[in-house]
């Protein structure tokens, strides 16, 4: 019977011991835990920009400063050689016209030069060797606007035979880059601040711009024709030079409330 009891309280006894223990393990490991909580998150107020995307277009016209005329001179014989030969004459004198009328030999630049054969055409018998045709074209840059009809007056009596349409353009583009550049700003303003109020909003500021670069939209006169001074005098060509449009495009972002 004593034993039994003595049983029964060393049993209590490991039992309180045991609790004890538990405590004393949760108590060291409560900190720990709270150490590596994770914080709640900060809410934070986003301000939301309100922005238009507006494509802004500027364009002026200016009096062209440069002609650049296609000529070609075109000579016919039995051999290539011999079209060649003809054909080199006739240039040599084209050549001469030119510099009359102070143009630089830089300012001629061959563009194309060929020697082709030609034939004539039977039923019966096919096509036919008849000889060859040689071929020189040049273009020329020419300044002197004024008189462009008769520098083609003179390079017709120096034997070209092919005038293959004048191209006035401006030589110096960037001197009207800048006033293109301010007409498509203001005109892209123009529509921000329309489709602005249209919304019931105001233009605040500009957020960014992008530009193309000014490009120029030469004139192209492909009709050369001849009008005669008087009834006696003989018929000059006449070329009208028009204007050479410049133009230039603008990506304007408005910030609007």
Sequence with gaps: MKQDVKRI?????????????????????APTSKTYAAEAPVAQSQSVVHTINVTGKGEITVTPDVAYVTLGIETKATTAKEAQKANAAKFAKL???????????EDVQTVSFYVNPEYTYNEKSGPKLSGYSATHMVQVTYRDLDTIGNLIDAASEAGVNQVQGVRFDTEHPEMYETQVLEKAMKNAEVKARAIASAAKQQIVSVITVSESSADVYPIFSNQVYATAKTESAAADTSIQTGQVSIKSNVTVVYEIK
């Design 95 to 105: 050549k001469q016209a030119l510099t009359n009328f102070k143009v630089k030999a």
């Design 9 to 29: 309280n060393r049993s209590k006894r490991l039992g309180l011991l045991a609790a004890t223990a538990l405590l004393v393990t949760f108590a060291w490991a």
